[in-house]
């Protein structure tokens, strides 16, 4: 794995409908996670938060709040993205709401031509401007990343789509509206529900998950909203869902993707520090990062 990562954090929260996620970047910070990563032997470099700009009042075009906002904040993001690979770094994003995603694999997709993407979230992120019940953009990153959606959001960095559907895995869903059930299926996304965790595993789900982001592939992007956890062990995100992942079966997932050695860049999203306890969440983000980054008991 490269050992040369850059810290880059999106204190963004238009995206979403709480207020507080764009605290997320500074809890994680504070729960350690430069030291972690550093005490396992990389070289940390934190190149601080993108700026977002903040309007003074609610702004919505198109059934997409904050459009502009966002689209600014997330080309800022896909550049430095960019910047650092192309110094040969590996970028870690901290969220910030999951709309932060479209600028994350924006700027991995200009050097990796067949990116995978690992989707860990309770949602699909699948909607657009007519199926969204809510107008809340970070509904929408997967979409505007396959090139389905409102014409900004599908171009940030300059070209669309950025993936293909056959490339991506969903991995703990559990709240999908009908708009992202029916692109679901007319794409043939791979999702695995919690049904198919609760079923066969998650040693089995991720050993499947593994072998599909695998296929025709040049590396692949970890997206964890850790509301893809059941908020008993991640209690401050945007949107909890009960019945997630559990916190031995996140490790576990994360362990074994990086046993894989495919990831080329990851982002921990949607914690949501007012909403937590005692930062409990951003804690579970940091230890979660080790398990991907390759941490081990022995």
Known sequence: MNKNITIIGVPMDLGADRRGVDMGPAAIRYAGVVNRLQSMGFQIKDI???TVERPHHFSETENHKYLDQVVEANTLLAEAVSAEMAEGRFPLVLGGDHSIALGTI???AKHVKNLGVIWFDAH????TGET???????????????????KRLTEIGGFSPKIKPENVVIIGARDLDPGERQLIKRLGIKVFTMHEIDKLGMARVMEEAL????????????????????????PGVGTPVIGGISYREGHLALEMLADADLLVSAEFVEVNPILDRENM??????????SAFGDKLL
């Open 124 to 127: 699909g992120d699948l909607n």
């Open 281 to 290: 969440t951003a804690r579970v983000a940091v230890a979660l990062m080790s």
């Open 132 to 150: 969204s019940p809510s107008g809340n953009i970070h509904g929408m990153p997967l979409a505007a990343s396959l090139g389905i959606g409102h």
């Open 48 to 50: 601080g938060d993108i």
């Open 211 to 234: 072998d599909h982001v695998r296929k025709g592939t040049d590396g692949v992007h970890l997206s964890l909203d850790l509301d893809g956890l059941d908020p008993h062990d991640a």
């Open 106 to 108: 924006a700027g991995v």
